[in-house]
């Protein structure tokens, strides 16, 4: 996933892509935006994007060494700051401090993702402080917040903020006609290959994800509670009673049970910060195999 596929938010991510065509990358970030916004997913990114070995696009090329090592996870040059219980802690911050100043690993930049940034204690801001007054060379500092307010000024006016927007999510409805179409892709037999290939136009970034969870999981509620609904008073899509109670037909109790189970499964792995495309897969495979149906993988 480049620049290119992450929906929303275009005027960040072209001017992240200026930065690099420009060779102007600043040595510290703040990426502002509440709990709906991907900011992780936009730093992982940028850092992609900073560490690439094709970088003159301004944008990941995908299929660079470095590219490779970041889509699995394991980016000796990234470094991750999480909070450890309820806060960011001084100690991790000198940990941070110890490890940059040794020289990147595989290319000339380091990239630091401090998630939660907002929870680190005073002591770690004013640690972290010295390290952005006089930052090592190379090293690239992503800090992520939702509540910018508990950062002390002197941290804010030291980073370039972007402010995300909550990624906009298509009409419910959209979504609501996309999770009908991959259960009769799934009632048809269709080959896995082609189910996941529908899933993905849904589930671009991690909000998108989850609202199509939602979505999918509140249209098999409504199917497996319209045979005892009669009034349709209990259904999210009450308006579609009719629709509802003949579709319910083709499918067994059971079968909507197993879906419902696996799709708040599906939606527990996003919370966790599983992969996208893996937990779908997952999802998909869930769905067929209670369905009984012989799986082609592509
Ligand atoms: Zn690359």
């Not at 102007?24 to 900073?50: M, P, R, V």
């Not at 060494?65 to 309820?86: L, M, R």
């Amino acid at each position: 996933m480049s620049f290119n596929d992450i929906k929303g938010n275009k005027n960040i991510t072209e001017r992240m892509s200026r930065a690099i065509r420009n060779r102007n990358i600043s040595h510290a970030y703040l990426l502002e935006g509440d709990s709906t916004t991907d900011k992780i997913g936009l730093a992982e990114n940028f850092a992609k994007a900073i560490l690439c070995e094709n970088t003159g696009a301004g944008d990941s090329c995908e299929f660079c060494q470095s590219c490779s090592k970041v889509n699995h996870g394991n980016h000796e040059d990234i470094i991750y700051i999480k909070a450890e219980g309820n806060s960011i802690k001084d100690e991790s911050i000198e940990e941070l401090q110890i490890k940059i100043r040794n020289k990147p690993f595989a290319g000339d930049r380091t990239v630091v993702i401090v998630q939660d940034a907002d929870t680190m204690t005073l002591r770690a801001q004013n640690r972290l402080l010295k390290t952005l007054e006089e930052p090592a060379p190379g090293t690239v500092l992503i800090l992520l917040s939702e509540n910018v307010e508990n950062l002390t000024e002197t941290i804010r006016s030291r980073c370039i903020t972007y402010k995300l927007n909550p990624v906009e999510i298509s009409d419910y409805k959209d979504i609501i006609s996309g999770a009908i179409q991959i259960l009769d892709m799934i009632l048809e037999g269709a080959p896995f290959y082609k189910i996941s290939k529908k899933l993905v136009e849904y589930t671009t970034d991690r909000p998108t994800a989850q609202s199509f969870l939602n979505a999918f999981e509140s249209w098999c509620r409504d199917l497996a509670i319209s045979e005892y609904d009669t009034e349709g008073r209990l259904l999210f899509q009450a308006e579609r009673l009719e629709e509802i109670r003949k579709r319910a037909k083709l499918y067994s109790g059971n079968f909507l049970e197993n879906a419902i189970i696996a799709i708040e499964e599906a939606r527990n792995d996003l919370n966790r910060n599983l992969n996208i495309n893996y937990t779908l897969k997952n999802l998909t495979l869930k769905i067929l195999d209670n369905m009984g149906i012989q799986k082609e993988d592509n």
